[in-house]
C-alpha cells in the first residue's frame, strides 16, 4: 500500500488548490525540489507531481521545476497535466519520470492511451477526475458525460498501470476520501486504483490500511501533509503493519 505525497505545480511553486481552483491557490513551498527531497527524506517511497498549468495548457507548462524535482530525489515520480500527445509521454519518461498519467485525453482520445501503454507497459495511468460521478476534463474547467467507472473500464484491457480516481469536490478540502465511490470503483475494474482528494487525517491512513481497501494500490495526500494534520512517520508506520500482517 503506498501513500503518495503530491506536488502541484503552479508557476513553478508548489501549491495546494481547493477543488481545483487556480484562484485559491496555497503555495505551501517556492522549491518544488526542496519539497521533494524532503519527502524522501521522511521516508515515503513515491511522489506524485501534477503541473496545474499544463493541465489547462495541454502542455507540460513545468518543465524547469519538473527537471529539478527528478533531480532531487531518487524516488520514482508519476506526472500528470497537460499529457495529451505520445511525444510528450516519450519526452517525460525518457527525462525519468517513471510513469505518465493520462486525463483529459483518456476522454477524448481512447486511442492514444491504448497506443501509449502499448509502447510503455507499465508507465501509464489514467486520471479519472470525477464531479457527482461524471469525470471532468481540462484541468477539471469543463464537465463531460461521461462517468467515472464508464472511463476506468475502457481501459480494462488496455494494460495501464493505475487508475487514479479523484473525487473533485473533496480535493484541497480535507472533507475526507470519498471511500465509497472509490472502494466502489477498486471493485469494478482490475486495475490498481489509487484514491486521491480529500485525504485529511490518520483514520484516512487506517481505513487505506483497511481490508476493505486491500484491492486499492494507495492513496495521495496533499494538504494534510503540509498542514501537518498528517505525521508522515505514522502514517507510513499504519501502512507498514499492514504489509506485515499481510
Not at 503541473?51 to 495541454?58: E, N, R, T
Amino acid at each position: 500500500m503506498i501513500l503518495f505525497p503530491a506536488i502541484d505545480l503552479k508557476e513553478g511553486r508548489c501549491v495546494r488548490l481547493v477543488r481545483g481552483d487556480m484562484a485559491q491557490a496555497t503555495v505551501f513551498n517556492d522549491d518544488p525540489a526542496a519539497q521533494a527531497a524532503a519527502f524522501e527524506r521522511q521516508g515515503f517511497a513515491w511522489l506524485h507531481v501534477v503541473d496545474l498549468d499544463g493541465a489547462f495548457a495541454g502542455k507540460p507548462m513545468n518543465a524547469t521545476a519538473i527537471d529539478a524535482i527528478l533531480k532531487a530525489t531518487k524516488n520514482p515520480i508519476q506526472l500528470g497535466g497537460g499529457v495529451r500527445d505520445m511525444a510528450t509521454v516519450e519526452a517525460w519518461l525518457s527525462r525519468g519520470v517513471r510513469r505518465v498519467i493520462i486525463g483529459t485525453a483518456a476522454v477524448k482520445n481512447p486511442a492514444f492511451v491504448r497506443e501509449a501503454a502499448r509502447a510503455f507497459p507499465g508507465r501509464v495511468a489514467v486520471g479519472v477526475d470525477a464531479r457527482d460521478g461524471f469525470v471532468a476534463v481540462e484541468g477539471w474547467a469543463a464537465a463531460s458525460t461521461l462517468h467515472a467507472h464508464d472511463l476506468a473500464k475502457r481501459f480494462e484491457d488496455a494494460g495501464v498501470a493505475a487508475v487514479i480516481f479523484t473525487d473533485i469536490d473533496r480535493d484541497g478540502v480535507l472533507a475526507g476520501v470519498n471511500w465509497d465511490a472509490t472502494i466502489a470503483l477498486g471493485d469494478a475494474v482490475s486495475i490498481p486504483v489509487i484514491a486521491s482528494g480529500g485525504l485529511a487525517s490518520l483514520d484516512d491512513i487506517r481505513k487505506l490500511a483497511s481490508p476493505e481497501c486491500a484491492r486499492l494500490e494507495g492513496a495521495i495526500s496533499g494538504r494534510a501533509l503540509y498542514d501537518g494534520r498528517i505525521d508522515p512517520a505514522e502514517a507510513l508506520a499504519i501502512l507498514a503493519r499492514t504489509e506485515k500482517a499481510a
